[in-house]
């Protein structure tokens, strides 16, 4: 079965800090993968997205992913986090077909003054 | 502003009540797709549409059915709702029936079943 899964739940870092948040995927083919974040009682914003080519994906707001597909993994980073980055990340996939997204659990990212 | 509007924005109702939930799509965008996002369960695919034709269906229970008119807006009806069915419902869409554009989420009716 297809899924995406974000094994960090929670994570806290220090404002300028380096960040990475983590994303696997199990799919039968490489799918499209997406990285989106959510504010406090907001919708989906899409930071990235990675169809294909160029396996490091830059993004909004400072943010990149790097597709690794030995490692079916899809994480993203950002060199020095701000204040206003807290929010709630989701890695997502769809297959070739992109019928629909399958999100990953989210991992919320909190970031200390 | 995505371009995704939904409404209501927030919806308060009682158990075993009907709602229908309205998205309207970014302009351009053919395909509408409807997610379901609960503590317990995350974010969960519903249901897509593409120019009025259903084209996949997920964990949609039986009580919830969808639709998209010609003027490709999108409604959800929720019926006979129990208190587990309290959750935040977005709406997405897409130009095509593929994610190849990416999608666009609306903002979301927060929907309270008490």
């Known amino acids: 079965a297809q899924s995406v899964t974000q094994p960090d739940i929670h994570i806290t870092v220090s404002e300028g800090a380096s960040l990475e948040l983590r994303c696997n995927y199990s799919y039968g083919a490489t799918p499209y993968l997406f990285w989106y974040v959510q504010s406090p009682g907001q919708g989906l914003q899409l930071l990235l997205k990675?169809?294909?080519?160029?396996?490091l994906v830059q993004g909004i707001k400072g943010f990149e992913a790097e597709f690794k597909r030995s490692q079916s993994s899809f994480n993203l980073r950002k060199p020095s986090v701000h204040w206003s980055d807290a929010a709630e990340y989701f890695c997502a996939a769809s297959n070739n077909a992109g019928n629909m997204l399958t999100f990953g659990g989210g991992t919320r990212l909190m970031v200390k003054p | 502003d995505s371009g995704v509007t939904q409404t209501p924005k927030h919806l308060i109702t009682a158990t075993g009540q009907r709602v229908t939930l309205r998205c309207s799509p970014r302009s351009g965008d053919l395909s509408v797709y409807w997610y379901q996002q609960s503590l317990d369960q995350g974010l969960q695919f519903l249901i897509q549409?593409?120019?009025?034709?259903?084209?996949a269906k997920g964990n949609i229970l039986e009580r919830f059915s969808a639709q998209q008119f010609p003027d490709l807006h999108s409604e959800l009806n929720l019926s006979s709702l129990e208190l587990g069915d309290s959750a935040l419902y977005f709406c997405a869409s897409s130009v095509l029936g593929d994610g190849i554009y990416g999608y666009t989420f609306g903002s979301g009716t927060r929907l309270t079943v008490v």
């Open positions: 990675y169809f294909s080519g160029d396996t």
């Open positions: 549409y593409y120019n009025g034709e259903e084209r």
